[in-house]
């Protein structure tokens, strides 16, 4: 059987989350399969890198692990993403930088309960060349950009996917030119799209997607709805990076149950965990000024024509209506199962950092 090949991004800000992404990887995967670790690295210090080397070490499994230096400059003219740094674009770099005929990318800010090696092996249908979990926040292209779905002449209603995780066939996206189309989508559409490469994989791919079901890519927000802990998923966390303060609920005491296990605990004495959770506690104050200063805008936009800012703003007022709405009920389940977590078992040994 071929290797597993798993590729991953991360700077030395979002190393604590490829950690634990690499923990859970390697402590689901199928014993009987090697792994194949391919890490685009824009800034990962040597200590850092020694404590991933370390962790594969300690697991004891048969992963090989190359750090990939990328140039995330190359984006410079595209609009900042997550973390206020342009490493998400790099996805859009995996063509050229990797020679390998397909592989699984997967966000340095997820945990795999899964054996990954059951989605590696997915054969795609004919014409598709990218397999994805659709979004859970943003169903379709006109929620990305209805400007950019009208001039390509794409639907609305086209169905948008999450690129969290995907399985991906160099091979086609190299004969498809995939890497250079996207330099000249980010250059034609600049300020236009909201989710930076993945705006250009579900705008360029329309169609060429398969859907993948969606235990492949389940958002924190959606974890933390459900009404017990049932995991076998991949757990990815959409809203905020958990090391960095995360958003409170179960997912969050998840991964830091999840962290302590594998050698890493969560710092929540530092500088960017403490001002998260200040941002947190004044988000949830604001929460019915938002619900009802979404709506009127909504109206202003409606009476003014704009359709798309109409559209958006009544998303976002029935997004805060609706959290107040379930706040009482959501913190009840919460209580109920954080103790829960606590006692919760993973595949991972209890490991310590090494370097």
């Not at 040597?46 to 992963?63: E, K, M, T, Y």
């Not at 360029?204 to 859907?211: D, K, N, V």
């Amino acid at each position: 059987m071929e290797p597993v090949v798993v590729a991953l991004s991360s700077n030395e800000r979002y190393f604590p989350g490829l950690y634990c992404a690499v923990a859970s990887v390697l402590s689901y995967l199928n014993p009987a399969r090697k792994v194949d670790l391919r890490v685009l690295d824009d800034g990962i210090s040597q200590a850092s890198r020694d404590a991933l080397s370390g962790l594969i070490s300690q697991l004891g499994r048969p992963a090989r692990l190359e750090f990939v230096t990328v140039d995330a400059s190359v984006f410079a003219k595209a609009a900042l993403g997550p973390g206020r740094s342009h490493m998400t674009y790099c996805r859009i770099l995996l063509p050229q930088l990797l020679d390998v005929p397909r592989l699984i990318y997967v966000d340095s800010d997820l945990l795999v309960f899964r054996d990954l090696s059951e989605l590696f092996d997915l054969p795609l249908s004919r014409g598709k060349v990218l397999a994805a979990v659709p979004d859970s926040e943003t169903p379709t292209l006109g929620d990305d950009s209805r400007t950019i779905a009208d001039a390509m002449n794409l639907p609305h209603v086209g169905s948008y996917f999450n690129a969290g995780v995907m399985l991906l066939d160099l091979d086609e996206l190299r004969m498809r030119n995939f890497t250079n189309r996207s330099f000249e989508f980010f250059n034609e559409w600049q300020g236009c799209y909201r989710f930076h490469d993945q705006s250009a994989l579900n705008f360029l791919l329309h169609r060429e997607i398969e859907e993948l079901p969606e235990h492949w890519n389940r958002a924190s927000w959606q974890f933390d709805a459900q009404n017990n802990n049932e995991l076998n998923c991949v757990l990815h966390y959409t809203g905020s990076a958990p090391w960095l303060g995360g958003t409170p609920g179960p997912a969050q005491v998840l991964f830091e149950r999840f962290a302590l296990n594998a050698g890493l605990e969560v710092d929540r004495q530092s500088a960017d965990f403490k001002k998260s959770r200040r941002q947190q506690l004044f988000r949830s104050a604001l929460a019915p000024v938002r619900a009802v200063g979404f709506r009127l805008l909504a109206l202003f936009h409606r009476i003014a024509g704009r359709k798309e800012k109409c559209a958006a703003y009544q998303k976002a007022g029935h997004y805060w209506f609706t959290y107040i709405r379930k706040w009482p009920a959501r913190r009840r389940l919460h209580r109920q199962r954080v103790p829960e977590i606590a006692r919760m078992k993973f595949n991972v040994p209890i490991l310590s950092v090494t370097a």
